[in-house]
């Protein structure tokens, strides 16, 4: 086929300027490459490393006075959390409201990581069962890890005549209504633990609630109450010092704090009975999954601490760690357990 050369041949602006793209396209990708930008993670978002955790210090709220358990237990292990998570680890006390207010601060927080609480049964799983909280557990916090438990003892005064649990018990289910139990108030984590107690054993104990486990066991002691189930940390002061009689620990495995006491579900025969106050770290809901990760890694390393374990058991705490998921489901289950021992007594808390 013949060419015309007197017509020209003009190329469309459109392909013009396409080629004029392709040609600055290819020399930017060729000086990228020759800085190694390409090779960067930086050029794909999705590949995008995530910002490094931690990068400031971190606040652990506890919802207690400076001294109680939990304010000790989270002392000693921010100590150690700080050395390898790598920032400092502030403590700030937020106490009141039975440990309501501290725990209402972190639930509103801001789900960064920054923020975490040392929780603790009563504000986490007794309080929102007997009345309405400020905060939601289950919508605005996250378990991290279960640290410890608190085991409770079932004691009397010394000269109370039963020999063991076993003879205790009898002579309790021999005088229905005779016996009197103290405990440290109505809805106490010390009272639902009594009440699962004697419900499991058919035992109808007469409730004298006081206002804290220092007037309760004070009047155990005198004989005026007879008995009452307490923190190990609370009552062992006054067993080595001979004013109150074991007989037996809430905890099913028996607990390390509390050597030569039995276990009440094996003494008594009583499988799954297993009852203590939990104290474990929490976060605001929202907060990042890498970020709970290496928080719950640092804590489990840090729980194996010579430190941290000759520091629970001077105030009486059990160390038993769980992740999230199994924390979780401990949560479950001593709600559950909680939850019933309520609805069957029908306990029932001022507002």
């Not at 793209?21 to 930017?28: F, I, N, P, Q």
């Not at 603790?120 to 890890?145: H, I, R």
Request: hydrophobic fraction near 40%; include cysteine; aromatic fraction near 6%.
């Amino acid at each position: 086929m013949s060419h015309d050369p007197t017509q020209t041949v003009f190329t469309p602006i459109s392909a013009f300027n396409s080629k004029r793209r392709e040609y600055l396209k290819a020399h930017m990708l060729l000086a990228l490459a020759s800085t190694g930008v390409l090779s960067s993670p930086l050029t794909h978002a999705a590949d995008a490393p995530k910002s490094t955790y931690p990068t400031r210090p971190i606040k652990m709220i506890v919802p207690w006075p400076p001294g109680q358990a939990t304010d000790l237990a989270a002392r000693v292990l921010s100590q150690e959390l700080s050395k390898l998570i790598g920032t400092q680890i502030i403590i700030d006390n937020k106490a009141g409201a039975g440990g309501g207010i501290g725990t209402d601060a972190v639930a509103k927080s801001a789900a960064d990581g920054y923020t975490i609480l040392a929780g603790s049964s009563g504000p986490v799983t007794v309080s929102p069962l007997l009345q309405k909280t400020p905060y939601d557990v289950e919508k605005e916090l996250v378990p991290v890890a279960m640290l410890g438990l608190s085991p409770y003892v079932l004691v009397t005064a010394m000269n109370f005549p039963a020999k063991d649990i076993k003879e205790l018990v009898e002579m309790f289910k021999a005088s229905p209504g005779k016996y009197t139990f103290a405990t440290s108030g109505t809805g106490a984590t010390a009272h639902l633990i009594t009440e699962a107690f004697n419900a499991a054993l058919g035992i109808q104990g007469v409730h004298i609630p006081y206002k804290g486990s220092i007037p309760a066991l004070t009047d155990v002691v005198s004989g005026q109450v007879n008995y009452c189930i307490e923190t190990a940390a609370s009552v062992i002061p006054l067993i080595r010092g001979g004013k109150l009689k074991p007989y037996g620990v809430s905890l099913e495995k028996g607990s390390s704090v509390t050597p030569g006491i039995p276990a009440m579900s094996s003494t008594l025969d009583l499988p799954g009975f297993d009852m203590g106050a939990w104290l474990g770290l929490m976060v605001p809901t929202g907060t990042p999954k890498d970020v709970i990760e290496k928080i719950a890694l640092a804590t489990e390393k840090a729980m194996s601490s010579a430190e941290v374990k000759q520091a629970f058991n001077t105030i009486a705490l059990e160390i038993d760690y769980r992740r999230s998921d199994e924390f979780i489901k401990y949560l479950k289950n001593i709600k559950t357990a909680f939850s019933d021992v309520i609805k069957k007594n029908n306990i029932k808390v001022d507002a």
